[in-house]
């Protein structure tokens, strides 16, 4: 399976307006890939707006010292799935189109 990955935290308009419309566009442009997006602290609805769309949800609960700490490590969330028998896996930044 093909596999695109995507980190998301927080409540920045961008990162959710982004996510949200690259759920419309990629099975578009990839047809048959599916999509993954670690996330935390973030809006729920737009989590089941993905789930929707047959999105792989997964919560990360770890705690952070601070909101730098946070932000540094959940850019790297989503190579979690490095482990995961894709046969193609593609990581974007919930920021891209």
Not at 40 to 52: A, R
Request: hydrophobic letters at 35%; aromatic letters at 16%; proline letters at 2%.
């Amino acid at each position: 399976m093909n596999y695109i990955i995507y980190s998301l935290y927080g409540h920045h308009k961008k990162y959710i307006d982004n996510i949200l419309l690259n759920s419309e566009l990629i099975p578009k442009i990839y047809p048959g890939w599916k999509c993954k997006v670690y996330y935390s602290n973030t809006d729920l609805s737009v989590i089941e707006k993905l789930k929707l769309k047959k999105w792989e949800t997964i919560e990360i609960k770890e705690k952070y010292t601070n909101q730098r700490e946070m932000i540094n490590w959940c850019q790297s969330w989503r190579l979690y799935s490095l482990s995961d028998n894709n046969e193609y896996t593609i990581f974007r930044d919930a920021i891209q189109l």
